[in-house]
């Protein structure tokens, strides 16, 4: 259970909302889509709580470290796509990581625009003690779940995430009727002028 109302009753509440709106509503993918989203924050939480704490990980800087140790030395701009995350949020983690000597950072070869990272010794030591109690929470995470159900789950997610991969960017402009999404704000309202 997440919050102070259980999955099942949330999706009650909702039904009883909108029901009487009008619009149809497709209640089977909004469980789906929820479900997904309330999945990965009671994980990402368990894990930021438990096995990542004792790392003085975040869930972010785990899996930046993740990324680089299972491909070894890489570019930013593919460390952040791997990763899920911004650029400028991976300038931060990776600054972060930095100061404790867990990655460093070089100019490309070939190209001086580009930056790579790559896992210090220390970096390499620290996945290798923190992945195997990762790897268990994982199992304890889907206990519930028979092996097969596992797969059938990675298999039903890896679909979503390759429909929204290849199929997002048009459906986004077909939505905004060609024009590109307009910038994200941080949620504060700009100063005003003196």
């Known amino acids: 259970m997440t919050g102070h109302r259980t999955i099942r009753e949330t999706e009650k ?7 009487g709106t009008g619009t149809p509503v497709q209640y089977a993918q909004m469980a789906a889509v929820s479900n997904i989203y ?18 003085e990980l975040t ?6 470290l993740y990324v680089v140790w299972i491909w070894g030395e ?3 701009r593919h460390v952040a796509e791997e990763a899920g995350i ?6 931060g983690v990776a600054r972060t990581l930095m100061g404790r000597g867990l990655v460093e950072r070089r100019g490309h070869p070939d190209d001086g625009r580009l930056v790579l990272l790559r896992l210090t010794d220390e970096g390499e030591r620290l996945m290798g003690e923190v992945f195997p109690a ?6 304890f995470v ?12 990675a298999d039903l997610l890896r679909r979503i995430v390759v429909r929204t991969e290849e199929e997002g960017d048009g459906r986004r402009r077909r939505l ?14 700009p100063k005003r002028s003196a």
């Open 142 to 153: 889907t206990e519930g779940l028979s092996d097969e159900e596992c797969e059938t789950l």
């Open 59 to 64: 869930w972010t800087s785990f899996v930046v």
């Open 38 to 55: 309330r999945a990965a924050a009671a994980v990402r939480q368990h894990f930021e709580n438990s096995v990542l704490r004792g790392a």
């Open 13 to 19: 509440a909702v039904r009883a909302k909108l029901g």
């Open 86 to 91: 911004s650029k400028g949020t991976l300038t």
């Open 176 to 189: 905004l009727g060609g024009a590109p999404p307009v910038p994200r704000r941080s949620g504060r309202r």
């Open 74 to 76: 890489t570019e930013t």
């Open 134 to 139: 990762f790897n268990a929470e994982e199992a």
